[in-house]
């Protein structure tokens, strides 16, 4: 039993709020008089849902793009110290045998639970907007190539990143649509006209909006404006304030409103880790106060941003609510990954992932499926 806090429900912040757990599981959520039992008393803390990232490809010094289980694990922990309770895997651009490998790696987290899928970035992106990615590994996407990728993930492949201005792109994306995989537009130099028919044909996603992409102009809106505008399409916004400036930010999601913004980290492996020289795929990456660039070009790779951050960046640099967060960093999530109605809202019945942030907005306690996760913050809450 959590008691004493301000709980964040889908539609108000609820003063004096508790939610009671059993067995992993909420099993009711009110104000006022908890039910009787054991209790966690947070002294007015925020409760919120466990973050979803669907966008994150590291952290603690360890990538998914590793073939060892422990360095995986050590990733996922990382980022579930800071309240990420369900995420996505996501792997940068190499050979497409190589992904094989990775994908059969991370495909046994999947499998146990630790993660709720895998999201390839590319191959299948523009070399003009490859950003962190390897130009020698893109490729145009083929319906072969993309089956033998889909194959390897035996179902847990959930997300695709693809550049529709590419021979094959609107046909690749209407594949993966068919096929149950989330159609994600980005790292795409396309105009408008080459957008459109791909959204026709299933992509639901924008791949960290403005990130990635040619830039919006006022005579020619290219695929931030198609994106931004069309109610078919879920925005990622990347809010570390490094990636997006916090007006930007709050333009993106008041126009996507609620139902269509989902914040994300793009983390990297760096993420709640040391400064210093990491790699990103196949490229050397230098970070230095937290911000991840390429050793090479400086151009930015990625990010060390956890969801708890993304959570209070959106708060107090974008100056948007508690409520507008709380949808972007685990309701529309858990909608967008089809597992809403199991996770992603504190309502009975769901999964106990919880986290309790202090009054600076930060973790001080977090509960993943009814369980304690250790090392979380530095708050003292009395039980």
């Given at each position: 039993?959590?008691?004493g806090?301000?709980v ?42 466990g ?73 299948f ?9 390897d130009?020698e590994t ?15 993930g035996?179902?847990a ?10 021979h ?24 408008e006209?080459q957008l ?5 044909a ?13 830039p ?23 809010c570390?304030?490094v ?16 139902d ?17 020289r ?13 911000v991840?660039?390429l ?9 060390t ?10 708060v ?22 089809g ?16 986290v309790?942030?202090?009054q600076?907005?930060r973790?001080?306690?977090v ?13 003292t809450?009395?039980?």
């Amino acid at each position: 039993m959590i008691m004493g806090g301000r709980v964040a429900t889908p539609d108000r912040v609820l003063d004096d709020g508790w939610v009671a757990v059993t067995d992993g599981r909420i099993a009711g959520v009110g104000s006022g008089t908890p039910p009787s039992g054991e209790h966690v008393d947070v002294g007015g803390a925020l409760v919120v849902p466990g973050f979803i990232d669907t966008h994150c490809h590291g952290g603690g010094g360890a990538s998914f793009t590793s073939l060892d289980p422990g360095e995986l694990l050590t990733a996922v922990r990382a980022h579930r110290r800071h309240g990420t309770t369900t995420m996505l895997a996501s792997l940068v651009s190499d050979p497409v045998d190589i992904l094989r490998e990775q994908v059969a790696a991370l495909r046994e987290l999947v499998q146990d639970g630790e993660v709720a899928g895998i999201h390839l970035e590319g191959p299948f992106i523009s070399k003009a907007r490859c950003g962190a990615h390897d130009p020698e590994t893109l490729l145009e996407p083929d319906t072969g190539t993309v089956e033998k990728l889909l194959r390897a993930g035996q179902g847990a492949i959930r997300m695709v990143t693809i550049a529709p201005e590419l021979h094959g792109g609107v046909k690749a994306v209407r594949q993966l649509a068919e096929s149950g995989v989330i159609a994600a537009i980005g790292h795409t130099d396309g105009v408008e006209e080459q957008l459109l028919p791909a959204i026709d044909a299933g992509a639901t996603v924008a791949t960290h909006l403005f990130n990635g992409m040619r830039p919006l102009h006022h005579r020619e809106p290219g695929p931030i404006g198609a994106l931004l505008d069309d109610e078919r399409i879920t925005i990622e916004l990347i809010c570390d304030l490094v990636h997006l400036h916090p007006t930007v930010v709050r333009l993106a999601a008041k126009h996507a409103g609620r139902d269509r913004t989902v914040l994300i980290t793009d983390a990297m492996s760096a993420t709640d880790a040391a400064d210093g020289r990491y790699t990103l795929g196949r490229l050397e990456v230098d970070v230095h106060d937290g911000v991840a660039t390429l050793a090479d070009n400086g151009s930015l790779a990625g990010s060390t941003l956890t969801m708890d951050t993304a959570f209070r960046n959106l708060v107090r640099g974008a100056k948007l609510g508690i409520l507008d967060a709380v949808h972007a960093t685990s309701q529309r999530p858990a909608e967008l990954l089809g597992i809403a109605g199991h996770t992603g809202m504190l309502c009975s019945g769901y999964a106990a992932d919880i986290v309790v942030l202090d009054q600076d907005l930060r973790p001080a306690k977090v509960l993943r499926r009814g369980e304690w996760v250790a090392e979380v913050g530095t708050a003292t809450l009395s039980t």
